[in-house]
């Protein structure tokens, strides 16, 4: 990385239902600030300089962009894998997948 550009950091919140929302975003100090935050309650750190870059275009409170849905949730399955985690299914979910359609 260039010791002049500046170190970004964003960080996204996913409830289970709905797109991932941008909940911070911030450069330098701000980005540090960030970053300890996720390291001090555990939260893993995906480390991509582009990915930052556009999803730092947005506003805070904006769901991602339904064209970086497979993206975001290949990192999002990726960090609860380390966590030991796997994603909620409703019981009508996996109900209606289980069940042979006629």
């Not at 929302?21 to 939260?43: N, P, S």
């Not at 290949?74 to 209606?96: T, Y």
């Amino acid at each position: 990385m260039n010791p002049n550009t500046p170190r970004q950091a964003i960080a996204l919140n996913y409830d289970g239902h709905q797109a991932p929302v941008l909940t911070a975003k911030g450069d330098d100090q701000l980005a540090e600030a960030i970053l300890a935050i996720a390291r001090d309650y555990e939260v893993p750190i995906y480390e991509n300089a582009e990915l930052v870059k556009l999803l730092a275009r947005m506003e805070l409170g904006d769901r991602i962009p339904e064209a970086m849905y497979r993206t975001i949730a290949e990192i999002i399955a990726f960090a609860w894998h380390l966590k030991g985690k796997a994603p909620q299914v409703e019981a009508a979910e996996l109900e209606r997948d289980i069940t042979p359609h006629r």
